[in-house]
């Protein structure tokens, strides 16, 4: 075993894990990596016998017949039908998924959150997921939920997965290590991280408490948006995101997994760890991407372009150029328009556009948009900058200026987002944040020219 480890690259723990923290670049490639050398069948994928004894099984993350498909071959100690026993309903009250209405919550409106605090409780990747909004359904596979977390307990012999989802991860404080069956992934602000639908993990706190969000998406994976006139670089690009190289633990003891199904949670027993890939190919994985590589486009004259121009991914619906989630990204970045309202103009939107800070401070809204905090902005509800931001922006010296210490982002989707008794009653919605546009004034008397 120790020869095969040191060729290999990796070290072994003390539990039996074998630990590679490395990743390949690239988007949606066709990757293969192996923890042991010869475990990956080179020319096949199903052999008569996998070597070392290896079990292998696909994961499927579309249909067969989807234009490409995307899937991953594994070949594991053991097959999932091994890390799946019989299951037991559990209660996850504060994990929703759509469609979640409360009749005694009025989702109708404009609303911000200051940052959810952390508590003395101790919480999991599971157990610490609060819900802020629900959209669509998850038993269609239309729509998304958006969650924050809050993390300062390592999941131990404790797994879970989602069938439902893929998840989008923001981290906004703390360091988080996804432990999966393809392999580690570690993130931390200004990073996120993508756990595709069906594949098994651990979360562990590298750094905590850790808080962040989560973008559950029901729908179709994201996907780079394409750049239309822009061309072959900026935006996002490919090279600049990473998946990992494969990892897996021998380790046999008494463990959990937590699955969650068409919005319910249920648990199982089994004996040992059940990510046990040691080898695999395929572009069905999970990956990380940081997103200081994310480099902005914008407006050389005058005015500016609509926010998608800031889109990272998208997540595409059955209607072309109307996607099911948009993941946005309000980033560092200089402004250098003439004659030109350079904030985010007032409009109102068939899309609901869900926000949060990362840190620093927001353009539109100089004040209340906190670190950690959210906004959401529903359906056809109007909004756009505060009395401060309007008369600052329409008032500036309108020489080249750099918007630095920022980093916000959003989660947009086609479908009204609603309210969890969460977000409405627990978290620390700002009651008055619909008053930031109280002050602002008419400035039209007839008068021509005045400005
Ligand atoms: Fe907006």
């Given at each position: ?164 989802s893929e998840l989008l991860v923001v981290p906004q404080e703390g360091r988080l290590r996804f432990a999966t069956e393809l392999g580690i992934i570690d993130v931390e602000p200004k990073e996120i991280a993508i756990i595709p639908r069906g594949l098994v993990y651990r979360v562990e706190v590298l750094e905590g408490p850790c808080r962040g969000f989560v ?237």
């Amino acid at each position: 075993m120790n020869d095969l480890v040191k060729h290999s690259g990796l070290t072994v723990a003390d539990d039996g894990a074998a630990i590679s923290k490395g990743y390949m670049p690239g988007w949606a490639n066709d990757f293969e990596t192996e923890a042991l050398p010869g475990a990956l069948p080179q020319g096949l994928n199903s052999p008569q016998r996998c070597n070392y004894g290896l079990y292998g099984e696909q994961l499927s993350g579309t249909a067969f017949t989807a234009n490409p498909p995307e899937r991953t071959w594994c070949y594991r100690i053991r097959p999932s039908v091994k890390h799946s026993h019989r299951y037991k309903r559990i209660d996850l009250p504060y994990w929703k998924s759509a469609p979640c209405v409360d009749p005694d919550v009025i989702s109708l409106g404009q609303y911000r959150w200051d940052a959810v605090a952390h508590t003395d409780e101790q919480l999991t990747w599971v157990t610490g997921m609060r819900t802020m909004t629900t959209a669509g359904d998850v038993n269609t596979q239309v729509g998304m939920a958006s969650h924050v977390y809050l993390v300062n307990e390592s999941m131990v012999d404790d797994y879970f997965f989602s069938a439902d989802s893929e998840l989008l991860v923001v981290p906004q404080e703390g360091r988080l290590r996804f432990a999966t069956e393809l392999g580690i992934i570690d993130v931390e602000p200004k990073e996120i991280a993508i756990i595709p639908r069906g594949l098994v993990y651990r979360v562990e706190v590298l750094e905590g408490p850790c808080r962040g969000f989560v973008c559950e998406n029901y729908g179709q994976k994201f996907e780079l948006p394409g750049r239309g006139p822009i061309g072959a670089n900026c935006m996002a690009n490919p090279r600049d995101f990473k998946a990992p190289v494969a990892a897996f633990e021998d380790r046999e003891v008494p463990s959990t997994v937590t699955m969650k199904w068409c919005g319910q949670f249920h648990a199982t027993k089994i004996d040992q760890s059940p990510l046990d890939v040691v080898a695999w190919h395929g572009n069905y994985t999970p990956y990380k991407y940081d997103l200081r590589a994310y480099c902005p486009v914008g407006a050389i004259l005058f005015d500016h372009p609509d926010p998608s121009i800031f889109t990272v991914l998208t997540a595409p619906s059955g209607h072309p150029g109307t996607a099911n989630i948009d993941f946005v990204l309000f980033r560092e970045r200089w402004m250098v328009m003439e004659d030109t309202f350079r904030p985010p103009w007032y409009h109102k939107n068939i899309m609901s556009e869900l926000m949060g800070n990362i840190y620093g401070q927001y353009d539109a809204k100089p004040q209340g948009f906190v670190p950690g905090g959210m906004s959401l902005h529903n359906m056809m509800l109007p909004h756009g900058p505060d009395k401060e931001a309007f008369e600052k922006a329409s008032n500036a010296n309108l020489g080249p200026d750099k918007l630095d210490n920022t980093m916000s982002f959003m989660f947009e989707t086609r479908f009204p987002q609603h309210l969890t008794g969460f977000a409405a009653n627990e978290a620390p919605l700002q009651d008055d944040y619909i008053d930031c546009w109280t002050d602002i004034e008419k400035k039209f008397d007839g008068t021509p020219g005045k400005k």
